[in-house]
């Protein structure tokens, strides 16, 4: 199956400070691709969509100047976030979606990159 | 707004016994996808249902979508630990338009005792 990568895949940081995560699709290209955040034993909660060439859209509730996304080019997107706390502390999945046009068949996920907040 | 209702949310069970996982959404499903997550890692994907009464296998896992397309069973063969995991329901926010978008059930934590 499609191959899709974070990086990094664990970062303590401290309160205040931003960090970036890269989410990279290795052998397809995506215009679209998701992100998520899982609290621990809790499922996926979609967060924003990164669109490739065009500002990413966010879920009800997420903000977006606390949770920058750019996706620079049609293989990468990077998820900042920006001022962290404590309460950020959590798994952020990106996916990418393999498709043709706006038919979304297959999604991989990435390895999910595990942020702590001190 | 769309809801998906996994059960059991958690499961136990000897190796080399079969079991079932049920999803049940709150509308009709367009796209049904089932991943397996291990605790702190990323989702593999298993398989993805479409149609109703469609059924798709994978080595000892098997997937159904019903014919109403509003519950999906995830059935595992002769377990093994391998097996253990969390297995995870998702479909399509946007429901018929297929945005890509993925809501997920709760989850159910399969545990395989050797």
């Known amino acids: 199956g499609a191959v899709v990568s974070q990086h990094p895949s664990w970062v303590i940081c401290k309160s205040g400070t931003s960090v970036k995560i890269e989410c990279r699709s290795l052998?397809?290209?995506?215009?679209?691709m998701f992100w998520y955040r899982q609290f621990p034993k809790q499922s996926l909660m979609l967060m924003a969509t990164?669109?490739?060439?065009?500002?990413?859209?966010?879920e009800q509730g997420v903000e977006k100047d606390k949770f920058l996304i750019n996706h620079a080019s049609l293989t990468l997107s990077t998820l900042t976030v920006t001022s962290a706390h404590p309460e950020d502390s959590s798994f952020y999945i990106c996916?990418?979606?393999?498709?043709?046009?706006?038919?979304?068949?297959?999604?991989?996920f990435g390895p999910g990159t595990r942020l702590t907040v001190t | 707004s769309q809801e998906l209702e996994q059960s059991p949310q958690s499961l136990i069970v000897q190796e080399g016994k079969n079991l079932t996982i049920n999803c049940t959404s709150s509308?009709?499903?367009?796209?049904l996808y089932w991943y397996k997550q291990k605790y702190g890692e990323g989702l593999i994907f298993l398989m993805m249902?479409?149609?109703?009464?469609e059924e798709k296998s994978h080595e000892k896992i098997t997937a159904k979508l019903d014919e109403k397309k509003q519950q999906s069973s995830l059935h595992i063969t002769a377990s093994q630990p391998s097996h253990a995991g969390i297995y995870l329901c998702?479909?399509?926010?946007?429901?018929?338009?297929?945005?890509?978008?993925?809501?997920f059930g709760q989850g159910t934590t399969l545990q395989v005792k050797p």
């Open positions: 998702g479909a399509d926010k946007g429901g018929s338009s297929n945005t890509g978008k993925l809501i």
């Open positions: 509308k009709t499903l367009y796209g």
């Open positions: 052998d397809f290209q995506a215009t679209t």
């Open positions: 990164s669109n490739e060439g065009s500002k990413a859209t966010y």
């Open positions: 996916s990418a979606p393999k498709g043709a046009g706006l038919l979304f068949y297959e999604q991989y």
């Open positions: 249902l479409q149609k109703g009464g």
